[in-house]
């Protein structure tokens, strides 16, 4: 658990150790109810950023498809006529 608490902001830590000072005993079953009831909390409030792009930038982003650029080719063909005496 102590793992997952270093990572925490500052803050969040913070407000994890006066969380945890309301606790008879602190569990990871604990530390998951309150860190879930925080995130449910803050997407309220603040719009959820996926790692990703989102779906909105990923189109964006989209380049045009290019069609097949078929160069025109000449071919040359030697036709030579032959003569018989």
Not at 38 to 43: G, H
Not at 49 to 75: C, F, I, M, W, Y
Request: hydrophobic share 30%; proline share 6%; net charge positive.
């Amino acid at each position: 658990m102590k793992e997952l608490v270093s990572k925490l902001p500052t803050t969040t830590c913070i407000e994890w150790a006066r969380h945890q000072q309301r606790l008879p005993g602190v569990t990871l079953t604990e530390f998951g109810q309150w860190i879930g009831e925080l995130a449910e909390a803050l997407s309220r409030v603040v719009p959820v950023k996926s790692d990703g792009p989102s779906d909105t930038d990923r189109r964006r982003n989209v380049k045009p498809a290019r069609l097949e650029q078929h160069h025109s080719t000449t071919t040359h063909m030697n036709v030579h006529a032959t003569t018989t005496s």
